[in-house]
């Protein structure tokens, strides 16, 4: 693996980590056939906190990603970071809420492997459309509230690490319950499809009532595991300012 060239070294990691760290975050926008959103019902209110998930890639050694959502006055932050022996990442954005839109106001990230890497900045004037990270929280915020179904899904918008547009399909299925190493929850399932990759697929199981919170996520390609995310920690206090 050290004889890997610069070139693919840069394009694995950031695949990588605009994949699964801080990368399973989708912004969407309901298509012109699917039902109306429930837009007008209130979403659940963020909440601070801290999570640990083990990051499992086909072919890497096993990962913790450490993930932070604080409250900074007038709008918030969410952090996601990674380390292991050979590789670290860091994806960290600032949005504010009004009612129940979600609208981006900065974003920075940045990722290393064997010494070589890059970083990445989006101001509120470079975001067309969410970032990851604003993206994540938002999704997350709305599951369970929206009329996105297998049948009829919803378009989704979002910008990756240059500022570039990006286009999803997604749709929710029946709320039910996990087991994760942090323990049993209740679920909301979104599965996000790449409509030019017809198979590949990822589900994300997010948490009702603390918006941005993933209890888990897997990503699937040609119907083989690429990629897991499993909740392993959380600490609802965990991510308040001081």
Same mark, same amino acid.
């Given at each position: 693996?050290?004889?890997?060239?610069?070139?693919?070294?840069?394009? $694995?990691?950031?695949?990588?980590?605009?994949?699964?760290?801080?990368?399973?975050?989708?912004?969407?926008?309901?298509? %012109?056939?699917?039902?109306?959103?429930?837009?007008?019902?209130?979403?659940p209110t963020?909440?601070?906190?801290? %999570?640990?998930?083990?990051?499992?890639?086909?072919?890497?050694?096993?990962?913790?990603?450490?993930?932070?959502?604080?409250?900074?006055?007038?709008? /918030?932050?969410?952090?996601?970071?990674?380390?292991?022996?050979? %590789?670290?990442?860091?994806?960290?954005?600032?949005?504010?809420?009004?009612?129940?839109?979600?609208?981006?106001?900065?974003?920075?990230?940045?990722?290393?492997l064997f010494?070589?890497?890059?970083?990445?900045?989006?101001?509120?004037?470079?975001?067309?459309?969410?970032?990851?990270?604003?993206?994540?929280?938002?999704?997350?915020?709305?599951?369970?509230?929206?009329?996105?179904?297998?049948?009829?899904?919803?378009?989704?918008?979002?910008?990756?690490? $240059?500022?570039?547009?990006?286009?999803?399909?997604?749709?929710?299925?029946?709320?039910?319950?996990?087991?994760?190493?942090?323990?049993?929850?209740?679920?909301?399932?979104?599965?996000?499809?790449?409509?030019?990759?017809?198979?590949?697929?990822?589900?994300?199981?997010?948490?009702?009532? /603390?918006?941005?919170?993933?209890?888990?996520?897997?990503?699937? $390609?040609?119907?083989?595991?690429?990629?897991?995310?499993?909740?392993?920690?959380?600490?609802?206090?965990?991510?308040?300012?001081?």
């Open positions: 693996m050290h004889n890997v060239s610069s070139r693919s070294v840069k394009s $694995k990691l950031t695949g990588t980590t605009a994949l699964i760290v801080c990368g399973l975050a989708f912004y969407g926008s309901v298509a %012109a056939d699917s039902e109306p959103r429930a837009a007008s019902l209130p979403l963020p909440q601070p906190f801290e %999570a640990q998930y083990r990051l499992e890639i086909r072919g890497w050694p096993s990962a913790t990603i450490t993930h932070t959502l604080s409250n900074e006055g007038f709008h /918030w932050r969410s952090d996601m970071r990674f380390s292991v022996a050979v %590789a670290r990442g860091q994806e960290r954005s600032r949005f504010i809420l009004d009612d129940n839109e979600t609208r981006p106001l900065f974003y920075n990230s940045s990722y290393s010494g070589i890497g890059d970083s990445y900045h989006l101001s509120e004037a470079d975001l067309s459309s969410p970032d990851r990270q604003t993206a994540l929280f938002d999704l997350s915020r709305r599951a369970g509230h929206e009329n996105c179904t297998a049948s009829a899904p919803c378009e989704i918008e979002f910008v990756d690490h $240059k500022g570039r547009d990006e286009h999803f399909q997604y749709y929710m299925t029946e709320p039910g319950t996990i087991r994760v190493p942090a323990g049993q929850f209740e679920a909301h399932r979104v599965t996000l499809i790449d409509t030019e990759k017809p198979d590949r697929h990822l589900q994300i199981n997010f948490h009702p009532d /603390w918006p941005g919170l993933i209890l888990s996520a897997e990503y699937q $390609k040609e119907g083989r595991r690429e990629t897991q995310l499993t909740l392993t920690s959380f600490n609802p206090d965990g991510g308040t300012t001081p």
